[in-house]
Every structure is written in structure tokens, then in C-alpha cells.
T-cell receptor
Framework: GAVVSQHPSWVICKSGTSVKIECRSL??????MFWYRQFPKQSLMLMAT?????????EQGVEKDKFLINHASLTLSTLTVTSAHPEDSSFYIC????????????FGPGTRLTVT | GEDVEQSLFLSVREGDSSVINCTYT??????LYWYKQEPGAGLQLLTY?????DMKQDQRLTVLLNKKDKHLSLRIADTQTGDSAIYFC????????????FGSGTRLQVQP
């Protein structure tokens, strides 16, 4: 099946620093990738839609200047959490929609971010 | 907007069948998905169904869709301890960017 990787799998950073999370589709092309956030024992909340070659679409309440998204190629999207604060600590999960099978969406393993 | 609801917890004995239920509100043509999440891991796509279908079976998994009631269920036959996880129902419209709307997840506990 289609594989989506995320890097790093976990990261601890100090308040005020920035963290970049990568999402890659390994064996398919993804014109659209999605970034979700998951709090403990809760469901996934969509943060933004990442479109290859164009600006990301952010959900209401998500600060685009704080969560920078870049989708520079058909297999890579990055999420940068800028000036991180403890309340940004969460599990961030990306998903990628297979360009050839637009109804199939595959998820990465997630990145656990802890801000101290 | 769209809303997806699930019961929070289900406990079954190993070897029994599990049925996880989900309701949704989107009235347009839509894809409906079941994902499995194990602790600390991402989501694994189990199966999906389009809203013009009534049923889909894939090995131990059977998905039933009642479009009139907007009710989706996932039946796992011969449930194993390895099936213990959180199961998310999700839906997306057939048009547009197709972002998923997730239910709250159902924690399935399989007792040996």
C-alpha cells in the first residue's frame, strides 16, 4: 500500500524556537497533503490543506504565520511551528492524497512535539 | 458543516464479532472511511465506501451503509487482541479539496 513518512517522529524543543516537520509520500505523488493536530485521547483536527506549488489553505482559528506550510514538490510538504510555546505541544499528523486515486488518503505515523 | 459521531468505547471477547457504529450529517455524495490507530501511531486506512454503495466486505471487515439514516458501521469478524485500537470513522465530500472530517474515535478493547 501507499506509504507516507514523517520526520522526526518526536521532538523536544525550548519555548521560542522553531521546529520543522517533514511529510513525504514515498511511493506515490500527492498534489494535496493535509496537516492535522491530535490532542491526547481526542480526534484529529484539520489544521491546513497543503497544495503543491501554491499557498496552503488554513482552517479557521489556525495562525498561518505560526504554522508555516510549504509544499514544494509532489512528494514533500513541511510544517514549521514558529516561536513554539508549551501549548503547541501535540501530536501532528500529515496525510497525503494519491494523485491517481483521489479518494484514497494515507496518513503518516505522526510527530510528537513537546515544547518545554 | 459536516459532523461525524461515534460511540467512545466498545469491549468484546476474543473470537466474537465487533460492530462499531458511526453517524454523519453530510447529505452530498461522499466517501466514508474507517481508520485504525494504535497507541502512539498514525492512522491506518482499513477500508472505505462511496455513498452509492450499501455494503463492502474485505476479509474480516464488513462495512454497512444506511444512506437514509446516514449510519455507517464496521463489523470485525473473529476479533483478535491485535484488533485492540481506536477506530475512526471519517467522511469527505466527493468534490473540492476532500479534507477528512473525523469522528471522535471508538476505543475497541478485546479481552482474551
Amino acid at each position: 500500500g501507499a506509504v507516507v513518512s514523517q520526520h522526526p517522529s518526536w521532538v523536544i524543543c525550548k519555548s521560542g524556537t522553531s521546529v520543522k516537520i517533514e511529510c513525504r509520500s514515498l511511493d506515490f505523488q500527492a498534489t494535496t497533503m493535509f496537516w492535522y493536530r491530535q490532542f491526547p485521547k481526542q480526534s484529529l483536527m484539520l489544521m491546513a490543506t497543503s497544495n503543491e506549488g501554491s499557498k496552503a489553505t488554513y482552517e479557521q482559528g489556525v495562525e498561518k504565520d505560526k504554522f508555516l506550510i510549504n509544499h514544494a514538490s509532489l512528494t514533500l510538504s513541511t510544517l514549521t511551528v514558529t516561536s513554539a510555546h508549551p501549548e503547541d505541544s501535540s501530536f501532528y499528523i500529515c496525510s497525503a492524497r494519491d494523485h491517481g486515486k483521489t479518494y484514497e488518503q494515507y496518513f503518516g505515523p505522526g510527530t510528537r512535539l513537546t515544547v518545554t | 458543516g459536516e459532523d461525524v459521531e461515534q460511540s467512545l468505547f466498545l469491549s468484546v471477547r476474543e473470537g466474537d464479532s465487533s460492530v462499531i457504529n458511526c453517524t454523519y450529517t453530510d447529505s452530498s455524495s461522499t466517501y466514508l472511511y474507517w481508520y485504525k490507530q494504535e497507541p502512539g501511531a498514525g492512522l491506518q486506512l482499513l477500508t472505505y465506501i462511496f455513498s452509492n454503495m450499501d455494503m463492502k466486505q474485505d476479509q474480516r471487515l464488513t462495512v454497512l451503509l444506511n444512506k437514509k439514516d446516514k449510519h455507517l458501521s464496521l463489523r470485525i469478524a473473529d476479533t483478535q487482541t491485535g484488533d485492540s485500537a481506536i477506530y475512526f470513522c471519517a467522511e469527505t465530500p466527493d468534490t473540492g479539496r476532500r479534507a477528512l472530517t473525523f469522528g471522535s474515535g471508538t476505543r475497541l478493547q478485546v479481552q482474551p
